[in-house]
């Protein structure tokens, strides 16, 4: 049976919240909370370990829909705070966009996109086709657009192209 601080379910003696409406208070409270955008850390009722026990133990006290939600309009809210930074919004005119970064990689596990240079110069992926086979396939596309069908030109032309790398074309 699951417990919370080692009561068992049955056993409220030792408990915050006794009673479901006290959960569900406890749930309401949380979910407005988390719609403000605020983070988890910062409810002050119980610590998330116990919130998270509260929900184990007693699941039909908790809608977990409406908690989604709540931590979804929490997200929006950061959303929508960056979106007004990037637009120059007159009410963003003293925010500074690296808060807003610092904010989103420490609440929501954002990243930097890393760029791979080397030697200052950016390292580029290998050629699909190298420039010899373009100019042979180039060469055999005209000819053939031209209704050549000279034997020997076509011929060297692939020839050019099958002399290449299999990982070039």
Known sequence: MSSIKGHTKGNNFALKFKT???????????????????????????????????LHTYPEDFDTEKIEQA??????????LGIHLA????????AHPSIWIFNMKNRYGWTDKHD??????A?????????????????????????IEDADILEEAA???????????
């Open 159 to 169: 020839e050019d192209i099958d002399e290449l790398p299999a990982q070039t074309i």
């Open 71 to 80: 931590e979804r309009k929490g997200r929006l809210f950061w959303s929508n």
């Open 20 to 54: 479901p409406e006290e959960r569900k208070a406890l749930c309401d409270d949380y979910c407005k909370h988390m719609e403000q955008g605020l983070a988890k850390e910062e409810f002050v009722p119980c610590d998330m370990q116990t919130f998270r026990k509260y």
């Open 123 to 147: 390292i580029l992926p290998e050629p699909l086709l190298t420039a010899k086979a373009l100019k042979a396939m180039m060469k055999m596309m005209m000819l053939a657009s031209k209704g």
């Open 87 to 94: 637009a120059g919004d007159e009410k963003m005119k003293f």
């Open 116 to 121: 791979l240079t080397s030697g200052g110069k």
